[in-house]
């Protein structure tokens, strides 16, 4: 089986018991990944994180068109870009985004969570991570420059909710 990034179709539609401990891994390692088949430079992997009312989310969309949304408290969702293509659209659609933004990100060697009423995006290429941080009302407002982003990342998290509410944790959403 091909290796997806976000971590592949184990989580479609099945729930699970949350591990807390998952998330930290499956963020750090979606940070990580390099994408054989992307070209060299382009980005490869992009993340929203932000707080919600008992953790963190954090979105991941990538170049492949995976799409994954991941939990704090250890719940999230994974695979449905295989499944659906209104997720993999959104995905896609997020990494085109990301990729006329890259002059809003600056290099990192960290990625912290974000600070409480911010929201911090990060990208890979093959040259590294980098990383944006917006203040949430902002976006929300649409007055950030990573409006747009921030949108296209939200629309990951509607995608999962229109195709598997009821069948995991809830995300939150901040529109």
Do not use: C
Not at 55 to 66: E, I, K, N, P, S
Not at 110 to 137: C, I, K, Q
């Amino acid at each position: 089986m091909e290796k997806k990034a976000g971590g592949g179709s184990a989580g479609v539609g099945r729930p699970r018991k949350a591990d807390p401990a998952v998330y930290s891994q499956l963020r750090r390692q979606a940070l990580e990944m390099q994408l054989p088949e992307v070209a060299r430079g382009a980005v490869q992997i992009v993340l929203m994180d932000w707080h919600v009312d008992k953790g963190t989310v954090t979105v991941l969309a990538a170049a492949d068109g995976t799409a994954s949304l991941y939990l704090s408290s250890g719940g999230g969702f994974s695979g449905g870009s295989e499944k659906f293509e209104s997720i993999r659209a959104a995905a896609l659609h997020a990494v085109a985004l990301a990729t006329g933004m890259q002059y809003h990100f600056e290099p990192t060697d960290s990625t912290p969570l974000p600070s409480l009423g911010d929201v911090t995006f990060y990208m890979t290429t093959s040259a590294g991570v980098r990383r944006a941080v917006a203040p949430e009302a902002r976006l929300r407002a649409g007055s950030d420059p990573l409006a747009a982003l921030g949108g296209a990342m939200q629309k990951i998290v509607t995608e999962y909710r229109l195709r598997f509410q009821g069948r995991q944790q809830a995300v939150g959403n901040r529109q």
